[in-house]
């Protein structure tokens, strides 16, 4: 029935999102914690839950109870978010100090895993709501993904990175 695909598609969105406190959790030493350690951690779990109140506000909103046809929009709609949640957890974790990624990885990384972040909640939005103008919504993406992009550039520290992250959303 696809009136209940919203919610099987939300509770493999909340699974994800535990894996990636878990990721998180996983990524630093007990024994070791440095200030910046402990910033990254507290901004990676505020990131995670800006993506958990994003997406299940608009889901709730937008999504439960209208007519879904076959629902094939929504679920392949989930499938680059589901992929974006898995880089976030990696983009936390390569946060970390001590864990080690090549600068121009962790740019993939952050530009990649918050692009397909928004493109595929915006893709997921135009879609379903009829009452949004679609060329706003897009030039506002493409300024949200080029803000990324600009302070990458600027070659700024990871816990701004996170923070400009959660901003993004």
Known sequence: ????????????????????????????????????EI????????LLLCIFWLYFSFMEKEIHGIKLSHGQQLIYGHLPLHLSLGLVANLIYFSIPGHSISDFNFIILVIGSMSLLV????????????????????????????????????NTPKSILIVSCIGIL
């Open 39 to 46: 910033l990254i951690i507290i901004l990676g779990y505020a």
């Open 119 to 154: 493109i595929s909640l915006q893709l997921i939005r135009l879609s379903y709501v009829k009452h949004i103008k679609k060329l706003e919504t897009i030039i506002l993406l493409l300024i949200k993904i080029g803000f990324l992009a600009f302070l990458l550039l600027l």
């Open 1 to 36: 029935n696809s009136h209940h695909l919203p919610e099987r598609l939300g509770l493999l969105t909340i699974i994800l999102l535990g894996e990636s406190i878990v990721s998180i959790t996983n990524g630093f030493d007990i024994s070791y914690i440095v200030k910046g």
